[in-house]
Antibody, heavy 124, light 106 residues
Framework: QVQLQESGPGLVKPSETLSLTCTVSGGSISSYYWSWIRQPPGKGLEWIGYIYYSGSTNYNPSLKSRVTISVDTSKNQFSLKLSSVTAADTAVYYC??????????????????WGKGTTVTVSS | DIQMTQSPSSVSASVGDRVTITCRASQGISSWLAWYQQKPGKAPKLLIYAASSLQSGVPSRFSGSGSGTDFTLTISSLQPEDFATYYCQQANSFPTFGPGTKVDIK
């Protein structure tokens, strides 16, 4: 069965760029949408954005100016970059398969496979 | 953005109880709604999608209903492994989640 694993630095300095990678195993990254979601300590879930294997993306409007999601189909990976981070970006970051259809105006899908999550702390 | 609210924010229940959680969308979302279960330190798990469709492998004691703006998740007979936090998520536009409902032991 498909499994997802997040990887990347657990500590990022304020104003720097957070970079995470999600590796998909047990299946192909093709034909699905893939999302990043985060959860600040003790709080709820926030969708960050999605990417299709073809490279099309869209992002949460509240984060759009700082987010880039990319895909490397040869490695079965997709990645997240979040620039100019502050303490408010401290969270557990999850990658997830999004089963459905996403476009430039909507993402009608459900996150049916999740990674275990990785904690990222923003601190000097 | 479509805002999601949930009630109650927490509920105390006993094994065997019937538990109902409500989710409301700030505008109509047809049946574009999912429910997730999250246990401490774990990733969320998809339980219900399209408001009432049971995800593969999820016990039949979980059920979902509703359309438009009002939705419910029902656990017909609470089991020890069901103590967790439950989130709704709308999929009518870009995904947004409810604030969560914590189900704990009475």
């Amino acid at each position: 069965q498909v499994q997802l694993q997040e990887s990347g630095p657990g500590l990022v300095k304020p104003s720097e760029t957070l970079s995470l990678t999600c590796t998909v195993s047990g299946g192909s990254i093709s034909s699905y949408y893939w999302s990043w979601i985060r959860q600040p300590p003790g709080k709820g879930l926030e969708w960050i954005g999605y990417i299709y294997y073809s490279g099309s993306t869209n992002y949460n409007p509240s984060l759009k100016s700082r987010v880039t999601i990319s895909v490397d189909t040869s490695k079965n990976q997709f990645s997240l970059k979040l620039s100019s981070v502050t303490a408010a970006d401290t969270a557990v970051y999850y990658c997830a398969r999004t089963n459905g259809y996403c476009s430039s105006t909507s993402c009608r899908g459900y996150m049916d496979v999740w990674g275990k999550g990785t904690t990222v702390t923003v601190s000097s | 953005d479509i805002q999601m609210t949930q009630s109650p924010s927490s509920v105390s229940a006993s094994v065997g109880d019937r538990v109902t959680i409500t989710c409301r969308a700030s505008q109509g979302i047809s049946s574009w709604l999912a429910w997730y279960q999250q246990k401490p330190g774990k990733a969320p798990k998809l339980l219900i999608y399209a408001a009432s469709s049971l995800q593969s492998g999820v016990p039949s004691r979980f059920s979902g209903s509703g359309s438009g703006t009002d939705f419910t998740l029902t656990i017909s007979s609470l089991q020890p492994e069901d103590f967790a936090t439950y989130y709704c998520q709308q999929a009518n536009s870009f995904p947004t989640f409810g604030p969560g409902t914590k189900v704990d032991i009475k």
